[in-house]
Nanobody, 126 residues
Framework: VQLQASGGGLVQAGGSLRLSCAAS????????MGWFRQAPGKEREFVAA????????EYTDSVKGRFANSRDNDKKTVYLQMNSLTSEDTAVYYC????????????????????WGQGTLVTVSS
């Protein structure tokens, strides 16, 4: 599967952005989809993930209540709605995909994902 992330940009603190990740190839509805980010000088970290049908989600603590992960299996696209952005959210955001059985726990570890998008830069100005 190939992934194409988009939607990044420059936004003021307190603002919102919606990232999209479009998939091609593979069977999208069988994929767990994750979002990771890498801030300048830091390691890449888990942000959010969603299960195959979109009924379960995982978030890192720092984005809970501000970010919302969703997917449209017909459009083969996953979304990350980001609200109340702060300078701490400045990073390159990557979408990632992995297959799994429908009842499996949502993976949070990078090593569990085997397809990655190219990243989209989010810059939050304070």
């Amino acid at each position: 599967v190939q992934l194409q992330a988009s939607g990044g940009g420059l936004v003021q603190a307190g603002g919102s952005l919606r990232l999209s990740c479009a998939a091609s190839g593979g069977t999208f509805s069988r994929l767990f989809m994750g979002w990771f980010r890498q801030a300048p000088g830091k390691e890449r970290e888990f942000v959010a993930a969603i299960n195959r049908g979109g009924s379960r989600r995982e978030y890192t603590d720092s984005v809970k209540g501000r970010f919302a992960n969703s997917r449209d299996n017909d459009k083969k696209t996953v979304y990350l709605q980001m609200n109340s952005l702060t300078s701490e959210d400045t990073a390159v955001y990557y979408c990632a995909a992995t297959s799994g059985i429908i009842s499996a726990p949502i993976p949070r570890e990078e090593r569990r994902y085997d397809a990655w998008g190219q990243g989209t830069l989010v810059t939050v100005s304070s």
